[in-house]
């Protein structure tokens, strides 16, 4: 057994959990991550690419929709790398998504989301593969962003700040002494060494996983997860990420990514993050749904298809029925104020696009826990080249 002593153990190795690695460092915080597989091997590294404006929650949904325009910004600035600058489009096709257009647009407006409404011919002309049926077009700054490059520069940078990585090294147990977390036991799946960590504080940023993560610590952390399956087709007939001007349902987005198309994404109820598979009606909805919009996809040969667990939290008063209807929102759980058990915090829910804001919010509560005087700089120092 190896034993070592941080001051702050992070577990999970996907866009929140590099973030808050690298923000921790940052501040000055002795910092280890550790992570089961590989960066950005969960859900950071399996969505469907987009950089979220906003729009998409910005009647149902308005805190995560603010926090998406907010974080957008941010992140153009500092991970231009990762980003390319699309756009995205809110297109009407129907009777019923022209009602729901100035819904839209008013919920756009109440979070600061920019927008401007095209005409039909207009939309035609800007982007001539949508369906000729489109009857507006609303442009929101959605934009395509890489998972991957986003992880490994904030790794990059934690590092350069004097952060620790351990890679494929699953967490197989979280030490407690009483009522308070005390560190990790993990083992490296190369090389076959078993670590204990000692830590002041452990977090828990494993998204999807997060019931299972605390479970090892004797906590229950309730999680409504649900996967969501993308199809990749070759060929990019749209320039800008083309959304369906209604309410969040199946398959109502096409996003370009690198030369290729993403179509999303379907919203599957499960229990395991490790044990669901895609059903061919899936593919074949998403396939549909995009002929409405991009009618050329009828033409274009699939690629492949994939899939990713949505780490969705839902408190114990959360009163939605549908995994749809559940806040894209984040939570920072201080476990020591919910279950009495110091020493352990939960970062869950949000998307990639809102991981630095995630990371911010969580790093905020552990310095002030540990009465460390450090303002986050995430936001204004840029991550380095991956």
């Not at 590099?18 to 960066?39: I, Q, S, Y």
């Not at 395991?272 to 396939?287: A, G, H, S, T, Y």
């Not at 839902?314 to 009163?319: I, L, N, Q, V």
Request: charged share 25%.
């Amino acid at each position: 057994m190896i034993r070592l002593e941080t001051r702050v153990v992070v577990i999970g190795g996907g866009a929140t959990g590099t973030a808050v690695l690298r923000d921790l460092a940052m501040r000055g915080v002795e910092a280890v991550l550790v992570e089961r597989g590989n960066l950005a091997e969960g859900t950071s590294g399996n969505f469907h690419g987009l950089l979220h404006s906003g729009g998409r929650y910005a009647v149902k949904d308005p805190p995560a929709a603010e926090e998406c325009i907010h974080e957008n910004a941010i992140l153009r600035r500092i991970a231009p790398q990762a980003i390319e600058d699309t756009g995205g489009f809110f297109v009407v096709l129907t009777d019923e998504d022209e009602a729901f257009l100035p819904r839209f647009l008013e919920g756009c407006r109440q979070v600061g989301i920019p927008t401007e409404v095209l005409s039909g011919s207009q939309a035609l002309q800007e982007e001539p593969a949508l369906s000729p049926q489109v009857r507006y077009a609303v442009t929101v700054p959605d934009a395509s962003i890489d998972g991957w490059t986003l992880c490994i520069g904030s790794v990059k940078a934690a590092k350069e700040y004097g952060a620790k990585v351990f890679l494929y090294t699953p967490v197989t147990k979280i030490l407690r002494q009483g009522d308070r977390v005390v560190g990790i036991e993990a083992v490296d799946r190369s090389s076959g060494n078993e670590y204990e960590i000692r830590a002041e504080y452990v977090i828990n940023a494993t998204g999807p996983w997060t019931t299972k993560t605390a479970r090892l610590a004797g906590l229950e952390v309730p999680m409504a997860l649900d996967y969501g399956t993308m199809v990749v087709l070759n060929g990019r007939p749209v320039r800008r990420a083309i959304n369906r001007c209604r309410p969040p349902t199946d398959g109502d987005i096409v996003v370009p990514v690198g030369t290729a198309i993403v179509l999303g994404t379907t919203s599957v109820p499960i229990q395991d993050p490790d044990d669901f598979c895609i059903q061919e009606w899936e593919i074949d909805l998403l396939l549909e749904e995009a002929i409405k919009m991009v009618p050329v996809v009828e033409e274009m040969g699939v690629q492949r298809y994939y899939a990713a667990v949505r780490p969705l939290y839902k408190p114990p008063t959360e009163g939605a029925e549908g995994q749809r209807e559940v806040s894209r929102a984040f939570y920072v759980l201080d476990h020591e104020e919910l279950d009495g058990l110091g020493g352990l915090i939960t970062i869950t829910g949000g998307k990639v696009t809102t991981c630095r804001l995630m990371a911010e919010k969580t790093v905020d509560l552990v310095c002030a826990k540990m009465g460390i005087q450090a303002p986050c700089r995430t936001h204004l120092e840029p991550l380095p080249p991956a």
